[in-house]
């Protein structure tokens, strides 16, 4: 969505980024009227943190690793948590974060901890230390991810790229138009209304020549994404995090233009590949 960012309270005249708070409602009188007084931005993330304490002591006061109880709450709340997320912020392309990336997981990973028959020590050690970790954005390496859980970290990328990927993609068609109006005001000589201005803003010259190596790298990305995901996310945890890394890069070249980036994004690409990987040593 295009929102005004900074408001003012049309009640008692105070200022605020909407970005902050994530709310038209004025923080100091909390009346609702207000107004936009800068240009449109696009603007897909709110301002949302995760807090799992509550989780972790009902979850560390438990005889089981998931007391009945306490399971359908914390999948409420990631599963809320996940959807408020979004990677377009006041009309920059933020980066893949790891509490977005750490939350996911932990979904994925109660899910699938919950279908096994006999867990091990391995599987509830791995669970325990999402749960620990995920507020900070801290997930096991890959090499500890035990076996009978790794479909949780494939399909935990599978759902993070996907949403990254499709917000990446909305920002470089919010880039494009820009440059467009941007000819067409240079074109007649007149200067851009706050309505026509950019929507979106990256660093570096000449934009526009990222968009079409973006959106062909993210092209890749996706065809890579399809597999894992038509593999249950049962794949080698290296293979998953490179998908994540790969999406992470493309945003980095996005938002920079740095070549660097890009070759990065491609080398991780290939290295995702499952293409060859045999069902019977999944």
């Known amino acids: 969505m295009k929102v005004r960012g900074e408001r003012e309270c049309q009640s008692c005249g105070t200022r605020w980024s909407y970005y902050e708070t994530g709310s038209v409602a004025c923080p100091s009188c909390g009346d609702l009227r207000s107004v936009g007084v800068d240009a449109r931005t696009a603007h897909t993330d709110t301002s949302v943190s995760l807090d799992l304490s509550a989780h972790r002591e009902r979850f560390g006061d438990a005889p089981e690793t998931l007391p009945r109880s306490g399971v359908d709450d914390l999948q409420s709340d990631l599963r809320e948590y996940c959807r408020k997320r979004g990677f377009i912020d006041g009309g920059r392309l933020a980066p893949l974060d790891e509490t977005y990336l750490a939350a996911r997981e932990l979904l994925e990973a109660v899910d699938c901890f919950e279908r096994l028959r006999d867990p091990t020590d391995a599987d509830r050690e791995y669970l325990l230390a999402l749960l620990a970790g995920a507020d900070d954005g801290d997930r096991p390496?890959?090499?500890?991810?035990?076996?009978?859980?790794?479909?949780?970290?494939?399909?935990?990328?599978?759902?993070?790229?996907?949403?990254?990927?499709?917000?990446?993609?909305?920002?470089?068609?919010?880039?494009?138009?820009?440059?467009?109006?941007?000819?067409?005001?240079?074109?007649?000589?007149?200067?851009?209304?706050?309505?026509?201005?950019?929507?979106?803003?990256?660093?570096?010259?000449?934009?526009?020549?990222?968009?079409?190596?973006?959106?062909?790298?993210?092209?890749?990305?996706?065809?890579?994404?399809?597999?894992?995901?038509?593999?249950?996310?049962?794949?080698?945890?290296?293979?998953?995090?490179?998908?994540?890394?790969?999406?992470?890069?493309?945003?980095?070249?996005?938002?920079?233009?740095?070549?660097?980036?890009?070759?990065?994004?491609?080398?991780?690409?290939?290295?995702?590949?499952?293409?060859?990987?045999?069902?019977?040593?999944?």
């Open 141 to 282: 390496p890959a090499d500890e991810v035990p076996t009978a859980l790794r479909e949780a970290r494939g399909m935990a990328a599978v759902r993070a790229v996907e949403a990254y990927r499709s917000d990446a993609l909305d920002f470089l068609d919010e880039l494009e138009a820009g440059a467009e109006r941007s000819d067409e005001n240079a074109d007649d000589g007149s200067d851009a209304e706050n309505d026509d201005a950019p929507t979106v803003t990256v660093d570096g010259e000449n934009p526009e020549a990222r968009i079409g190596p973006a959106r062909d790298a993210f092209e890749r990305l996706r065809d890579r994404v399809t597999r894992v995901d038509a593999l249950g996310g049962d794949v080698p945890p290296a293979a998953a995090d490179a998908l994540v890394e790969a999406a992470d890069a493309l945003g980095a070249y996005v938002r920079t233009g740095d070549e660097t980036a890009l070759t990065n994004a491609d080398d991780l690409i290939d290295d995702a590949s499952v293409d060859d990987l045999d069902p019977a040593d999944r």
